[in-house]
């Protein structure tokens, strides 16, 4: 089962989704060293979790997140030596790799301030959902850092195209809810007071399905990055004949014949 009680993040867990959030509204749900190492963790325990299906990444008091804290996280770096900011860098992409991998479709439910590692989790996402007042930015160079941070060079482009990617990622500027799903950052704009409900019910209608097959999904959209056309044509070939052992494929071919909805069981 997955920990449904962290120390420094909101979780709630019912009818197989996460609900997770920063907990710090009063400063718009900065990360901490603490928050960023127990979400690594909690993400990479999630394979094992069968109680969890999807996961929705929500805002707090308004928020989704301002990114990392300026008094715990980035003044401390600014007095560290070489080995200790790579331990740092290379601990917030592994939640980043974490994410990717943790066989569950994850949703960002995104409001108001979205930037820094904030953006990035949200880019991490498979889904992401905005309400109208969403301001998301990748705003490292802002603080006198690379845009390549926690993989956005290699994400954000895929997901926006290079030149929008490449203008982000340059000017550190933030992008409008209306922006974002016009380039296909966000899979849709709804109310603020709708954002929550629509990621549940998104998340609801996931974990209803055949959740191994989504695994395997999820999977492949992660890996197929690497592949040429040929090999992700096999690797495609191999998942899909695995899936086809799965009970939840028999369940589907019954429920065609007897014309009634499928009642996936996730194996």
């Known amino acids: 089962?997955?920990?449904?009680?962290?120390?420094?993040?909101?979780?709630?867990?019912?009818?197989?989704?996460?609900?997770?959030?920063?907990?710090?509204?009063?400063?718009?749900?900065?990360?901490?060293?603490?928050?960023?190492?127990?979400?690594?963790?909690?993400?990479?325990?999630?394979?094992?979790?069968?109680?969890?299906?999807?996961?929705?990444?929500?805002?707090?008091?308004?928020?989704?997140?301002?990114?990392?804290?300026?008094?715990?996280?980035?003044?401390?770096?600014?007095?560290?030596?070489?080995?200790?900011?790579?331990?740092?860098?290379?601990?917030?992409?592994?939640?980043?790799?974490?994410?990717?991998?943790?066989?569950?479709?994850?949703?960002?439910?995104?409001?108001?301030?979205?930037?820094?590692?904030?953006?990035?989790?949200?880019?991490?996402?498979?889904?992401?959902?905005?309400?109208?007042?969403?301001?998301?930015?990748?705003?490292?160079?802002?603080?006198?850092?690379?845009?390549?941070?926690?993989?956005?060079?290699?994400?954000?482009?895929?997901i926006i195209g290079q030149g929008r990617a490449a203008e982000l990622l340059y000017t550190g500027r933030s992008f409008t809810a209306e922006e974002g799903a016009a380039w296909g950052y966000f899979n849709r704009v709804v109310p603020a007071e709708n954002l929550m409900e629509t990621a549940q019910d998104m998340a609801a209608r996931i974990a209803a399905g055949p959740n191994f097959a989504h695994m395997m999904t999820k999977t492949m959209l992660a890996q197929e990055w690497s592949m040429s056309i040929e090999q992700a044509i096999e690797a495609e070939a191999q998942a899909q004949a695995i899936c086809m052992q799965t009970g939840d494929f028999t369940r589907a071919y019954d429920a065609f014949v007897k014309k009634e909805k499928p009642v996936f069981e996730g194996e």
């Open 1 to 158: 089962m997955a920990r449904p009680d962290p120390e420094h993040f909101l979780c709630q867990i019912e009818n197989g989704i996460a609900t997770v959030a920063l907990d710090r509204p009063e400063r718009k749900n900065p990360l901490t060293f603490d928050s960023y190492a127990e979400l690594r963790d909690w993400f990479r325990d999630l394979p094992y979790a069968e109680d969890v299906d999807a996961v929705i990444f929500a805002p707090n008091g308004g928020n989704f997140s301002s990114g990392g804290d300026v008094h715990d996280i980035i003044g401390p770096l600014t007095r560290m030596n070489m080995k200790e900011l790579l331990a740092f860098t290379r601990m917030t992409g592994d939640l980043v790799k974490a994410m990717v991998n943790c066989g569950k479709p994850v949703i960002a439910a995104v409001d108001g301030v979205c930037v820094g590692a904030g953006a990035i989790i949200a880019m991490a996402s498979d889904l992401r959902i905005a309400a109208p007042g969403a301001k998301t930015a990748f705003l490292f160079t802002r603080v006198g850092l690379a845009g390549c941070d926690m993989g956005a060079c290699a994400i954000l482009p895929r």
